[in-house]
């Protein structure tokens, strides 16, 4: 699937392991946030040639493992790197070749269907994005002071993520007054009013 709201470019772990290459990775935790709140777990980033014919480049990939009807998105970074101009209404792609010409990719209309079909099940399913996340305190002495982490990362990658964001968690801002030195050019609150007008009570 080509995604142009797509900052990263993304593969699923199932395609990493057909290929053979899941030794090549070292597993982390990292959080992706999608448009519509919805997170996801990136275990790695991998580098694979990526054929576009007669194109061939490198693209990075991040790896996550999180259901999805597709294999594979090519975001904005594929699409800047092939110099690639995308078409809605036409269903195409169209990238310069090095030393002249025009290359074109078309879309696969069938499978399109097949992605409507998935995409209208997981609706009837009814997923929702506080499913995938879950509460840890930050600071014991405040429990009210919270934040959320990934419910489907590994017991490890959670231990790993909460000893982070407990260690670092005096970067959080709570209220107003937990954040004193930001310069009022950078942020603050007017209320646009003409001074010279009698309040009305």
Partial sequence: MVDNGSVV??????VIQ???LESTIIRRAEVLTGFNGH????????????KTPPVVSKQTFTIVSD?????????RP?????DAVTSVKYQKIRF???GGGVGEIKSDQQLQQVDREDGAQADKIGWKPEEDA????????QPEKTAKIGSRLSP???????IFLRKNRDIFAWSPSDMPGIDPKVACHKLHVDPTAKPVI
């Fill in 9 to 14: 470019n993304l593969l699923q772990l199932s």
């Fill in 18 to 20: 057909k290929m053979g």
């Fill in 156 to 162: 490890d990658e959670k231990e790993e993520l909460t």
């Fill in 39 to 50: 997170t996801s777990t990136a275990i790695d980033h991998i580098t694979l040639d990526v």
């Fill in 67 to 75: 259901p999805s009807p597709y294999n594979g998105i090519l975001g």
């Fill in 96 to 98: 310069r070749i090095p």
């Fill in 134 to 141: 879950e509460d840890i305190i930050l600071d014991p002495q």
């Fill in 78 to 82: 594929s699409l800047i790197k092939l």
